[in-house]
């Protein structure tokens, strides 16, 4: 196993303990799917004990550190140059309507700049994170972006409508931390999307950065309405020319 820092050994040991909750709440949510109310009003609570859990986990360890959370928004604490950037449930329409597809998202950042990522899929038993100049890992692995050349050959990924013809292979997933959790690990090739919340993609960036990937510059005091493209060196200025008006 490779060696980790002692914030990520708590960012990780955090998101195991969330996930034990959150795993047994989408078994509700599944069972919820055919009731005439729906599981909207459980998944919101499923959320904010998610968000709980891993703040207080979080804080045990480091108790000056700031915080971003998604519903709790931000919170300064003594420790303004560390902050802990959370996303509880991520893809939370993927979890309302039963869909296997979400994941925990932490992510520090300090002095301006990610220094380190996780996102945890709990269903799927997959773990993706980073620290900055130690590489980027999936489940213990060594990961690195994918090594296409051409884009015709590329899957990409988004969450956008998109309304031009950029001419890519895309999907969609409804997961923006898994999807760059992908890029880091050669399963997208590339990622694009508009008005994302930091949130969303905080952990995804030291990922992809480690795995050797390219993106967009981001300015990390800005909370929402964030635009980002992500992909390998080698397929970057491809993109971004078929991106051009993006």
Same mark, same amino acid.
């Given at each position: 196993m490779n060696s980790i820092s002692p914030n990520l050994n708590v960012m990780i040991k955090a998101s195991e303990k969330a996930s034990k909750?959150? =795993?047994r709440d989408f078994g509700e949510v599944e069972k919820l799917q055919v009731s005439k109310k729906g599981p909207k009003d459980f998944v919101t609570n499923a959320d904010l004990k998610t968000e709980k859990i891993l703040i207080e986990e979080l804080k045990k360890a480091k108790p000056h550190f700031s @915080? @971003?959370? +998604?519903e709790?928004? &931000? +919170?300064?604490?003594k420790d303004k140059k560390n902050t802990w950037i959370i996303d509880p449930i991520d893809g939370t329409i993927n979890f309302l309507h039963g869909i296997p597809h979400f994941a925990i998202s932490i992510a520090l950042k300090s002095n301006d700049e @990610?220094? #380190?990522g996780l996102i945890y899929d709990p269903i799927k038993n997959e773990m993706f994170y980073a620290e900055k100049d130690n590489g980027a890992?999936?489940?213990?692995?060594?990961?690195r972006v994918s090594k296409k050349s051409e884009l015709n050959n590329c899957l990409f990924v988004?969450? +956008?409508? &998109?309304?031009?013809? =950029?001419?890519? =292979?895309?999907r969609k997933s409804?997961? /923006? #931390?898994?999807?760059? /959790?992908? &890029?880091?690990?050669?399963?997208y090739d590339g990622y694009f999307q508009n008005n994302l919340n930091l949130w969303d993609i905080a952990a995804g960036i030291v990922l992809v950065k480690e795995a050797g990937g390219i993106i967009n510059q981001i300015d990390l005091s800005v909370n929402t309405n964030i635009k980002i493209i992500a992909s390998s060196a080698d397929i970057n200025s491809k993109l971004l020319e078929k991106l051009n008006n993006f």
């Open positions: 909750i959150l =795993i @915080i @971003i959370s +998604e709790n928004g &931000v +919170e300064n604490n @990610i220094v #380190s890992f999936f489940n213990n692995h060594r990961i988004t969450g +956008e409508k &998109v309304t031009n013809n =950029i001419d890519l =292979i895309y409804g997961c /923006a #931390s898994l999807d760059m /959790a992908y &890029v880091a690990s050669g399963r």
